[in-house]
T-cell receptor, first 113, second 114 residues
Framework: GESVGLHLPTLSVQEGDNSIINCAYS??????FIWYKQESGKGPQFIID?????DKRQGQRVTVLLNKTVKHLSLQIAATQPGDSAVYFC????????????FGSGTQLTVLP | DSGVTQTPKHLITATGQRVTLRCSPR?????VYWYQQSLDQGLQFLIQ???????AKGNILERFSAQQFPDLHSELNLSSLELGDSALYFC?????????????FGEGSRLTVL
């Protein structure tokens, strides 16, 4: 069936470096994508979203890129900090509602000192 | 702190039993969502309520049910529990009238079925 998946289950980066977390989606009907961060013992926390009429959106230290041609999105985190260590999920809305999201399996980001 | 409160934080029970998980959304949020997070299935959408009415259903088993009360708190009832129901159950709420996917998640209820 159609799914949202992540290329790498784990990612380790040095503090201060930039991080790139990738996500592939397969539902071409999805027009809204969102990134969540989940720290250990906590619930997911919204980071940034993007609609399919855009290919890039920037937030504070984060940028999401969307490539509809290859059904790929990525989350870039600039100057990665220890507090960025968490599991990052991409999610899509295959059903048209911005809240009924299908989540990917997650990437564990570890920031090394 | 997201403002969403879930109880209990941890729950251990036996197969065949029934449990109720409770969620209080953020003040003013009319929508409540339930998600299940397990190691093999990831985050799965179960059900959504809006102002007391069921709005959308996801991969929710027939053994599971939910409701949202007039004070907007919600309960997720899990019955005839099986080992595979062991998971983290998250409740989330959202700002009414927003068209974004920003959900505010609670810290979850960890259910262990023995």
């Amino acid at each position: 069936g159609e799914s949202v998946g992540l290329h790498l289950p784990t990612l380790s980066v040095q503090e201060g470096d930039n991080s790139i977390i990738n996500c592939a989606y397969s539902n071409s009907a999805s027009d809204y994508f969102i990134w969540y961060k989940q720290e250990s013992g906590k619930g997911p926390q919204f980071i940034i979203d993007i609609r399919s009429n855009m290919d890039k959106r920037q937030g504070q230290r984060v940028t999401v890129l969307l490539n509809k041609t290859v059904k790929h999105l990525s989350l870039q985190i600039a100057a990665t900090q220890p507090g960025d260590s968490a599991v990052y999920f991409c999610a899509e809305n295959p059903g048209g509602s911005a809240r009924q999201l299908t989540f990917g399996s997650g990437t564990q980001l570890t920031v090394l000192p | 702190d997201s403002g969403v409160t879930q109880t209990p934080k941890h729950l251990i029970t036996a197969t065949g039993q029934r449990v109720t998980l409770r969620c209080s959304p953020r003040s003013g949020d009319l929508s409540v969502y339930w998600y299940q997070q397990s190691l093999d299935q990831g985050l799965q959408f179960l059900i959504q309520y809006y102002n007391g009415e069921e709005r959308a259903k996801g991969n929710i088993l027939e053994r599971f049910s939910a409701q949202q009360f007039p004070d907007l708190h919600s309960e997720l009832n899990l019955s005839s529990l099986e080992l595979g129901d062991s998971a983290l159950y998250f409740c989330a709420s959202s700002v009414s009238g927003s068209n974004t996917g920003e959900l505010f998640f609670g810290e979850g209820s960890r259910l262990t079925v023995l």
